[in-house]
């Protein structure tokens, strides 16, 4: 049996980028976190598979999946990398937080045009600032 996570309020992810054999981890890991509040994903390809596939989770799989915390968060920060995954999960936050008040997405250059107008089109319910970062470096 798992450790109880209902107490953890901040989470902080290093992973090689929002992969779909990982997504179904992360929404276990989610939720059993109902009262995350700050998240931190930072993600880094490897090397020997930069176009790993990232691409096989939409919107309406984050909405179907009944994610606790999605009222708590209120800061969010994310390196996103190729793919869309990680693109449809800011997407669902963006949507559903409620309480959201600050997310910073961070983008390798090449991406950050397309990910902003991917994510200019979401319909935005919170009024959470949203920053966008150009980065050729990961986070520490």
């Known amino acids: ?20 054999e990982l997504v179904p981890a992360m929404v276990s890991l989610f939720r059993g976190m109902p009262n995350l509040c700050n998240m931190l994903i930072n993600t880094k390809p490897p090397l020997d598979d930069p176009k790993s596939n990232a691409s096989g989770f939409n919107i309406g799989y984050w909405k179907m999946q009944n994610i606790a915390f999605i009222n708590q968060l209120k800061d969010v920060t994310i390196k996103l990398s190729d793919g869309s995954n990680g693109v449809e999960l800011v997407r669902f936050m963006l949507e559903r937080a409620q309480n959201l008040e600050k997310m910073l997405i961070i983008c390798l250059p090449q991406n950050l045009g397309d990910n902003m107008r991917r ?12 920053l966008f970062k150009e980065s050729r470096d990961f986070l520490p």
Do not use: H, Q, Y
């Open 119 to 130: 994510l200019e089109e979401s319909k935005k319910f919170s009024r959470a600032t949203v």
């Open 1 to 20: 049996m798992p450790p109880p996570l209902n107490n953890v309020c901040s989470l902080g992810l290093r992973i090689g980028n929002v992969v779909d």
